[in-house]
């Protein structure tokens, strides 16, 4: 609006020249608005409608709406500037009982007995047109549980991206098959509502929009986190609401919904409420108290992220049943004769501060809808800063009002979309080495990625593939990134590796006096070694063995240091390589000379892998391998026992009388058959003679 009187002919456009900066510096030295103005920049001239002096003008292609108010505002012939703004219909959603919701909208309608003011209700139609919520966004609803199937509700439940019905904690996190929250109360992974509160609460926050069933909720998107640890009759623990409320915070809830109290100060609960980062929304109380003298935990909690919240009926009033306190409790919201989803696919009316809390908590997903960067004492003070002040709460509130949804989503500092990390994995449980196959779930169009492995490796790749090769426990982080920022994630105990550090196959001596003496060659399948580790190996006797003497190790790798422990007839050897290597494929990269006391004691090697064993005659024998295991098929073992005794004559004796022998390794006396001289000769072994007899 230009000052209709001014001599200046041609105060109607925008910018006398492109350049913003100068136009600044013309106005600041004070030049005449002539210099400044052009009329080819009006595009609505209203002097010949009777409004002299108002125009409609561009904004140069190089400059802001903000530049452009700025310059003009500071213009001695401009009354007053202001943008153009955009309207749109209000939006209305096509659920068939909306009308019923005067919390939303208040038309003054007649609502369960009772006639309402317009105008009293959270503004919800203008805060439609900037956002109807997001499923990015998790509330967790900490109540009697939530209707997981009810039409209304379904499709905005919460479904944990990390787990799957098999029996399994898939996502590490303590719980198995949780794949929709929580039942504290049963403790198990169905936390359906068996009273319908929980659900009533639920309706409110995120009843499902324009879906042409039933009702809506203040966001018509979210995702709720069903959290039972109330029973049926609608009394729970605290030790249960402590576990829901951790539950939350390690599963990734942004803000927690609490329509209960009544019990005593908790220290452990008001820590716990602290400790989650988010906005925690909580009912004042329906005694009709002033909570600053008789205080409604966990509500009069003296805590920045807490947001508590009295009930108003549809004329603005405060509920006579609510409770309120001028420093306990923050804003008003609806909550006489709310309609909402129960049980039973159905909906009833309710009343209570439990009512008025959920409208706080949609309003609070709304915000973070808009900027999840956001924190909760900031998602507050936007809720506090831009009620509706009322009378009747204008001493027994913090804010002194009733909540607005538009005016607080008006408010809301929006950046640009800031991505949001998020990430599962194909398995997160098995044996070394573990295969896994990383997929990414981030939101805002990231166009980076930098995974964090836990065992000091990293990727850039976008779904990497991660072969763990040491046994434990990984902690796996995602840091996503675009133009307008980073975000991470970190899933703890994610990745659980069992087994041995390498797959080293076991030497399996025979029983008695027979350790042999020689060298074993370990071998290490490619790309298991490739820093620094530890490696057991172990040489495990029957449990008949008489005695293992002087074990030493030694290896063919260099800057390595060994100790070899015996207890119980077992030497285990620890390898701790000082400096990394690397093999490109199998090869034998671990030799060990290994000598003990027996009766074939000399000049034995035990080829581990290459599956044969020579004797102190130099005659050599089959190795088996299987299961890890390997075996030294034992001369003389014909029952295949593990040891040489009167079975194998007997197995011999059985093979001289009619069968036909397989193997002729038995001929022990040399005569070029198998027959009762050889198993003279190992009976009369056994009974302490001569080997040349």
């Not at 002539?34 to 920049?41: A, K």
């Not at 009912?283 to 966990?298: L, Q, W």
């Not at 009316?349 to 706080?360: D, F, Q």
Request: proline letters at 4%; hydrophobic letters at 35%; charged letters at 20%.
């Amino acid at each position: 609006m230009m000052n209709p009187d001014t001599p200046v002919k041609l105060m109607s456009g925008s910018y006398a020249v492109k350049d913003g900066n100068k136009i600044n510096e013309s106005v600041k030295a004070g030049q005449n608005s002539e210099n400044l103005i052009r009329e080819e920049n009006i595009i609505r001239d209203y002097s010949d409608a009777g409004i002299p002096g108002l125009k409609v003008v561009k904004i140069p292609d190089n400059s802001s709406l903000d530049e452009t108010l700025e310059v003009y505002s500071n213009n001695p012939e401009v009354l007053y500037a202001e943008p153009n703004y955009i309207y749109y219909a209000h939006d209305i959603p096509d659920d068939p009982d909306f009308g019923q919701l005067w919390g939303l909208q208040n038309d003054g309608q007649y609502v369960y007995g009772a006639s309402g003011t317009p105008g009293a209700d959270i503004d919800a139609l203008n805060a439609w047109n900037i956002t109807t919520g997001s499923d990015e966004v998790v509330i967790a609803v900490i109540d009697t549980g939530v209707l997981l199937t009810h039409p209304d509700l379904k499709d905005n439940i919460w479904e944990n991206p990390g787990e799957v019905i098999d029996g399994i904690d898939n996502d590490n996190n303590g719980y198995i098959d949780d794949i929709h929250g929580w039942d504290f109360y049963s403790d198990d992974n169905d936390p359906t509502d068996l009273n319908g509160h929980g659900s009533h609460c639920a309706g409110i926050i995120a009843g499902v929009g324009n879906n042409s069933i039933g009702i809506t909720g203040v966001m018509w998107d979210a995702k709720i986190m069903p959290l039972r640890f109330l029973g049926a009759d609608g009394s729970g623990s605290t030790a249960d609401a402590i576990d829901a409320i951790i539950y939350a915070r390690n599963n990734g809830a942004d803000i927690i919904s609490n329509s209960w109290g009544g019990g005593g100060y908790s220290v452990a609960l008001e820590d716990a409420i602290r400790d989650f980062a988010g906005p925690a929304i909580c009912s004042a109380g329906n005694k009709g108290y002033n909570t600053d003298v008789i205080p409604s935990y966990p509500g009069s909690y003296s805590l920045d992220n807490i947001i508590t919240v009295a009930a108003t009926d549809s004329s603005d009033l405060r509920a006579s049943f609510s409770n309120y306190g001028a420093k306990s409790v923050d804003v008003g919201a609806p909550g006489v004769n709310i309609y909402s989803t129960v049980t039973g696919n159905s909906y009833t009316y309710k009343r209570g501060t439990s009512m008025s809390g959920p409208y706080v908590s949609g309003l609070a997903g709304l915000i973070l809808s808009l900027n999840s960067t956001l924190s909760a004492t900031e998602v507050k003070k936007l809720i506090i800063d831009n009620v509706d002040p009322l009378a009747s709460l204008s001493s027994t509130t913090v804010s002194g009002g009733r909540i607005n949804a538009f005016k607080t989503l008006s408010a809301v500092p929006v950046p640009e979309k800031l991505p949001k990390a998020g990430f599962t994995a194909d398995v997160t449980l098995g044996e070394n080495p573990l295969s896994v196959s990383f997929t990414d779930l981030s939101t805002g169009d990231p166009d980076g990625w930098l995974w964090d492995f836990g065992d000091n490796t990293t990727s850039d790749e976008r779904d990497p593939v991660k072969v763990f090769n040491k046994t434990g426990v990984y902690s796996v982080s995602l840091t996503v990134m675009n133009s307008a920022g980073t975000d991470n994630i970190t899933k703890t105990d994610y990745i659980n590796v069992t087994g041995k550090n390498a797959e080293i196959p076991y030497l399996k001596m025979p029983a008695g006096e027979i350790e042999p003496a020689g060298s074993g060659i370990f071998t290490v399948p490619a790309g298991n070694i490739t820093d620094a580790v530890s490696l057991s190996f172990e040489i495990v006797y029957d449990s008949s063995v008489i005695s293992v003497n002087n074990i030493t190790l030694n290896t063919t790798v260099s800057d390595a240091d060994l100790t070899v422990n015996i207890t119980e007839g077992k030497a285990v050897a620890w390898f701790k390589s000082a400096t990394p290597f690397t093999s490109g494929n199998e090869t034998e990269l671990f030799c060990f000379n290994i000598s003990a006391a027996g009766e074939y004691g000399s000049n034995t090697t035990l080829q581990c892998l290459n599956a044969t064993y020579t004797d102190n005659s130099f005659s050599t024998h089959n190795i088996t391998s299987a299961d890890g295991i390997i075996s030294i098929i034992v001369k003389g073992d014909f029952n295949n026992n593990g040891v040489v005794d009167i079975g194998d004559v007997s197995k011999v004796a059985y093979m001289v009388a009619g069968k036909i022998p397989e193997d002729m390794t038995a001929d022990f006396n040399g005569d070029g058959r198998v027959d009762i001289g050889d198993a003279s000769k190992i009976a009369w072994y056994f009974v302490g003679k001569t080997a040349e007899l």
